[in-house]
């Protein structure tokens, strides 16, 4: 069988690809609900009855909006209960970001039971990374704390559409370990490109194409990757794989972010209402 695991893993990535750059692969599309979202707002719309018209199109999405904006991120002493006052709450442009978070979740799905697995396993880890994002934007006030939070929510969107193409293959070959290796080989490139399909800006296809280049360096002002790397590897410590990625104070990313006291040894030091807040946050991507 180990030898079986090479060539799944090349296989796999051949296939993937060819039919990528054929588009032949069918990759995870908008929400619909987002994209309506997204229309209005460009079209100039930015009353909240127009905005919540279309939020409403969709309840689930409805349900969650005013859900978030009675929680303990958003909420005031009084709580909404329509979406056009959620909307109100929030401001267009966050409930803008809100919406594209909230939405996403129906697009980590799989009906393998082999990889069902898998994917909860991707979007708990989706949701830290988002989370921890949040927090250290809101540190560093260059950066909008929602935006950073849907790079970190986003940055691994490819190895949806990986784990669903290694569905088709036959259950012999699909090793833990050669899964492992091709969401590996594809996750950078994958995950950039469904990106950009969305038409999303570049900050996030940078980020999720070098989200795991530990050691990048690319001169000039911050951007939403330093985040995104400082918050992976916070995430990583105590895992195996922490052997193999440099200490955080090791990172330009790190250096290059105002993060005032947060000093790490090897670990961020978060002040307990931050913490707070990162469970807040991971929270709301679960309402």
């Known amino acids: 069988m180990a ?82 006052a959620a909307v109100v709450r929030l401001g267009s442009a966050l409930t803008h970001k809100l919406v594209l978070s909230l939405s996403m979740r129906e697009l980590f799905t799989t009906e393998s039971p082999l990889l069902q697995q898998r994917m909860k396993a991707l979007w708990k880890h989706s949701t830290e990374i988002g989370a921890i994002c949040f927090v250290l934007a809101r540190r560093d006030t260059r950066f909008n704390p929602e935006q950073a939070m849907l790079v970190g929510l986003l940055h691994d969107i490819g190895v949806v559409a990986v784990l669903n193409y290694i569905d088709k293959f036959p259950v012999e070959v699909t090793q833990p370990e050669a899964i492992d290796d091709a969401v590996s080989a594809l996750r950078a490139r994958t995950s950039s490109m469904i990106l950009e399909k969305w038409r999303f800006p570049s900050e996030f296809t940078v980020a999720a194409f070098e989200a795991e280049d530990w050691m990048r360096d690319t001169g000039g002002i911050p951007d939403y990757c330093d985040l995104l790397v400082t918050a992976q590897l916070h995430s990583l410590l105590g895992m195996d794989r922490a052997q193999l990625t440099p200490m955080i104070n090791e990172t330009t990313a790190y250096t290059r972010l105002d993060l005032g006291d947060l000093m790490p040894d090897s670990s961020l030091k978060f002040r307990e209402d931050e913490r707070d807040k990162i469970g807040q946050a991971e929270s709301l991507l679960n309402i």
Request: aromatic share 4%; with cysteine; glycine share 2%.
């Open 3 to 84: 030898s079986t695991i090479p060539n799944f893993k090349n296989q796999l990535a051949d296939r993937f690809l060819e039919d990528l750059e054929n588009d032949r692969l069918i990759l995870p599309s908008l929400p619909d609900v987002a994209m309506r979202v997204a229309r209005v707002l460009d079209n100039g719309v930015s009353d909240a009855d127009s905005i919540a018209e279309v939020i409403k199109t969709d309840p689930a999405i409805t349900i969650k909006l005013i859900k978030a904006a009675n929680s303990a991120m958003y909420g005031r002493c009084l709580p909404v209960e329509t979406c056009a």
